[in-house]
DNA sequence: CGTTTTGCTACAGATAATGTAGCGTGCTGC
DNA sequence: GCAGCACGCTACATTATCTGTAGCAAAACG
């Protein structure tokens, strides 16, 4: 197949076929970036509740995936402060919580 | 590089709660994991013809991907060489299976 | 045999994450 | 009006991980 002709996605690392499955694939496949959207699935948190949530994982690779979480129209700073999810980053959210159930099972 | 990940506790990054759904949130949260699983949901493939499908990345990541995934019980190398879901990593792949139809609509 | 193709490894260079510290801002309460 | 604090966010050296290219040993052809 024809590989990409110009397209270069800033973000997106490896996948230049166009199609926006890879795009999701790719973002989400990024350290803690599942994470993230699993911890915010219930109210918003902010930076630092986040990163307790995320067992104190680095400020530097949380804010990068929140910017790229934000880019993408995931998750938003609320006006307020704290980060949630929004309404399309509450519809992914919802589309990979049966994995939440798969995994108890899996309990490897 | 350690040739194989052996305990099986090791460190799924970050994630002490024993929660399951953190270390596969973890396990998935690597480079390519998700793209490998998303590449293996139809026929199985040989090692070479995975690397192609996943944009000629970097056969050691892949092949520590494989590994990793194959201890998780997703992804077995079939005898007759090539590598394919096993019911369980199916299972999984139709897990996340709506997140195609997702992206179409996401289109970033 | 010789050629391919398989799964897989080596390794140097590049990139990304960790861990810790701290900045600037906007609050409070005093 | 200023110490105290929490906020979002950044700096930066260290460490872990990925990339890219080359190549091996063992099977599967031929």
Do not use: N
Request: hydrophobic fraction near 40%; charge should be positive.
């Amino acid at each position: 197949m024809a590989k990409q002709a110009g397209s270069r996605t800033r973000s997106v690392r490896g996948s230049h076929t166009g199609r926006p499955i890879m795009a999701l694939l790719d973002l989400l496949g990024r350290r803690w970036a599942l994470r993230i959207l699993w911890e915010l699935r219930g109210e918003p948190l902010t930076s630092r509740a986040l990163r307790s949530a995320c067992d104190e994982a680095s400020p530097t690779v949380l804010q990068a995936r929140l910017t790229e979480l934000r880019e993408a129209g995931f998750v938003e700073l609320g006006d307020g402060g704290g980060y949630g999810l929004t309404p399309l980053g509450r519809e992914l959210c919802e589309t990979f919580m049966p994995l939440h159930r798969f995994a108890e099972r899996w309990r490897r």
